[in-house]
């Protein structure tokens, strides 16, 4: 049995790369956030306790437009749903009995990144692992948007060009080997890169915003694939990830 | 008139994370339905390929890099790779390629 401790070690450790990632992403929003009119500290403080890169440049770019905060709720709904969809997957696989404290930690630690690894890790999500990733990763967050609102173009865009693939990287770690040990879970990885590629292009759906693009695809792809490929009851927890393992 | 900013601020952060709780307080235990799991469990791996695709072409400065970051991503996790490795690979491909490109 390993200790809470050490589990919470791994997650600061596997924090890490997710945070250089978000340090350069953070960047070009702090680039983004000084236009809008965010001072370097109100940037640091939203992505201190935000932590949501579409759903922060989504709010940032409404509030230049003088919003009023009922506008700005239901922007927050509609651009962060996604994180309902990983929420119910994350409980999924915590037993009956789990405190509500538990659930909330773990919940409260999502992200895209963070519940890539939590769900990659094998057994019972639990938030000593996701609170570790999130202690470390999202300083960096911060400090980035913080950094890229005071200081804009110190870093080279070629830089920041190569940074930005960062969190593209760490979640093909995620999908990758369990979309090669399952052959169900490949064919929705394809599907799901043609179907996005061609949401980007079609009319009309091109016309939502990228996160309501996300949840439109994965509601109707993973549907698709619970229908044609269900899962035989109780043998999906702690499935598929060979990619963190130590 | 103009909400003061940081009201704004946790306005956002707080809505923010009532989607990231909202299942926690209404799931008490493991959905049964085998559809639901089936759905579940397709979930992460399609949305994090939503998002990684066409996005990764889209974030660099020349789309080439991108596609090849792409390419040695998946190769490089399908060889069994770690996070930081497949993350490193990503940059590195982006960074030598754009030496040439531009």
């Known amino acids: 049995m390993e200790s809470n401790r050490s589990i919470f070690m791994q997650g600061c450790r596997d924090g890490i790369p997710i945070g250089l990632g978000y340090f350069a992403v953070a960047f070009s929003l702090g680039i983004a956030a000084r236009d809008y009119g965010f001072s370097a500290f109100q940037g640091f403080v939203s992505s201190m306790i935000t932590y949501a890169s579409a759903g922060q440049y989504m709010g940032f770019a409404l509030y230049a437009t003088n919003a009023t905060l009922i506008e700005l709720i239901i922007l927050m709904f509609i651009i962060n749903a996604r994180y309902i969809l990983m929420g119910f997957a994350l409980n999924q696989r915590m037993p009956e009995g789990t405190p509500l404290r538990t659930r909330l930690l773990v919940g409260s630690c999502i992200t895209d990144e963070i519940f890539g690894i939590t769900i990659a890790r094998p057994g019972v999500p639990t938030p000593y692992y996701s609170g570790g990733a999130l202690i470390t990763a999202v300083p960096m967050w911060a400090l980035g948007t913080a950094l890229g609102i005071s200081m804009g173009n110190i870093l080279p865009a070629r830089i920041v060009s190569a940074l930005s693939v960062a969190l593209f990287g760490m979640f093909l770690a995620v999908i990758i080997p369990p979309a090669r040990k399952d052959r169900a879970v490949g064919l929705a990885v394809a599907v799901s890169f043609v179907c ?37 009851s109780e043998q999906d927890t702690g499935k598929g990830g060979e990619s963190d393992a130590d | 008139m103009q909400t003061n900013v940081y009201v704004y601020i946790a306005v956002m952060a707080f809505a923010t994370w009532l989607m990231r709780v909202v299942p926690s307080l209404v799931m008490k235990r493991p959905i049964s339905n085998q559809f639901f799991q089936s759905f579940l469990y397709y979930v992460p791996y399609v949305t994090l390929a939503v998002m990684t695709f066409p996005a990764i072409v889209e974030a660099t400065q020349s789309p080439v890099a991108g596609a090849a970051a792409l390419i040695a991503g998946i190769i490089a996790a399908w060889l069994g790779a770690g996070l930081l490795p497949v993350a490193v690979i990503c940059c590195l491909t982006v960074f030598i390629l754009e030496l040439f490109v531009h």
Do not use: E
């Open chain 1, 196 to 232: 996005s590629y061609a949401a980007v292009r079609l009319p009309l759906i091109s016309g939502l915003s990228q996160g309501n693009r996300t949840i439109l695809l994965t509601i109707l792809i993973s549907s698709l694939f619970a229908a044609l490929a269900p899962r035989k």
